[in-house]
């Protein structure tokens, strides 16, 4: 079972979509993607 931001990005570097070196461990934490994420 995934929860947590944390474990689904570790899932994606498990799977091959993502690299370690492809983002920061806390990217939900970015005001550009926090902005990107807000209801219209």
């Given at each position: 079972?995934?929860?947590?931001?944390?474990?689904?990005?570790?899932?994606w570097v498990y799977r091959g979509?993502?690299?370690?070196?492809?983002?920061?461990?806390?990217?939900?934490?970015?005001?550009?993607?926090?902005?990107?994420?807000?209801?219209?």
């Amino acid at each position: 079972m995934l929860t947590g931001l944390d474990t689904y990005s570790s899932y994606w570097v498990y799977r091959g979509w993502l690299s370690k070196t492809d983002f920061d461990k806390y990217w939900w934490d970015d005001p550009e993607y926090k902005k990107k994420m807000q209801p219209a």
